[in-house]
C-alpha cells in the first residue's frame, strides 16, 4: 500500500505542533485549538481529525503531566476539531481568526468550568464560579493570541506546502 503524502504532512504538522507544547512558552500560548482547528478543517477522513490530535496531545500530556481536569480539555479539543470541520469550509483568513476566536472562548467555558467544578479554591456557588473565571481572564489574553498565532502558522504553512508541491492538494486524507 503506498503512503498518502498529504496524510503524512497532516499528521506530522499536528504532530510538530504537539511537541511544541513541550518548550518553554507564556501560560496557555500553545498550539493546542490550532491544532484541533486545522485537524478539523483539512483530514477528510473525519475519524482521522479527532484521533491524530488527541493522541499527538495524550503524548504530549505525558511528559508534561496529567492534571484532573483533563477530560474536559479533550472534550474542549474533540469540540474545536468540530468547529473547525464546520467553519473551515473555505480556507479564508476570515473564517480562519473567528473559528480560533470561538475555539479561544470555548475552550475558556469548558476548562474553568471544569476547574471550578473540581478545585476546592473555589466554592460550589455562583459566586465561586464567578471568582473562577474572573481569576482565569489574565490567561486568556495568551490563549487568543496562541490560538490566532498557531492556526497562522499551521493554515498558512500548508496552504503554501500545497502550491509548492500540488500532490498534497490532490492526495485524499
Known amino acids: 500500500m503506498k503512503a498518502n503524502p498529504r496524510l503524512l504532512v497532516l499528521m506530522g504538522m499536528i ?19 490550532a491544532m484541533a482547528l486545522f485537524a478539523g478543517a483539512y483530514f477528510k477522513e473525519k475519524r482521522l481529525a479527532y484521533i491524530v490530535p488527541i493522541a499527538a496531545m495524550l503524548i504530549t500530556d505525558l511528559i508534561i503531566g496529567l492534571h484532573n481536569t483533563l477530560i474536559a480539555v479533550y472534550l474542549s479539543f474533540a469540540l474545536i476539531v468540530f468547529i473547525g470541520s464546520l467553519m473551515i469550509k473555505q480556507k479564508k483568513v476570515t473564517s480562519i481568526a473567528l473559528a480560533s476566536v470561538t475555539a479561544s ?13 473540581v478545585s476546592p479554591l473555589y466554592p460550589a456557588t455562583g459566586a465561586g464560579l464567578a471568582a473562577c473565571y474572573t481569576a482565569a481572564i489574565p490567561f486568556f489574553h495568551y490563549t487568543l493570541l496562541g490560538d490566532l498565532f498557531y492556526a ?9 506546502a500545497k502550491i509548492k508541491f500540488p500532490v498534497l492538494a490532490r492526495a485524499n486524507s
Open 15 to 33: 504532530v510538530a505542533a504537539a511537541l511544541v507544547r513541550l518548550l518553554p512558552h507564556p501560560p496557555n500560548f500553545v498550539p493546542i485549538a
Open 105 to 117: 472562548v470555548s475552550f475558556f467555558i469548558i476548562t474553568n468550568f471544569a476547574v471550578w467544578l
Open 152 to 160: 497562522g502558522i499551521l493554515f498558512g504553512a500548508f496552504e503554501f
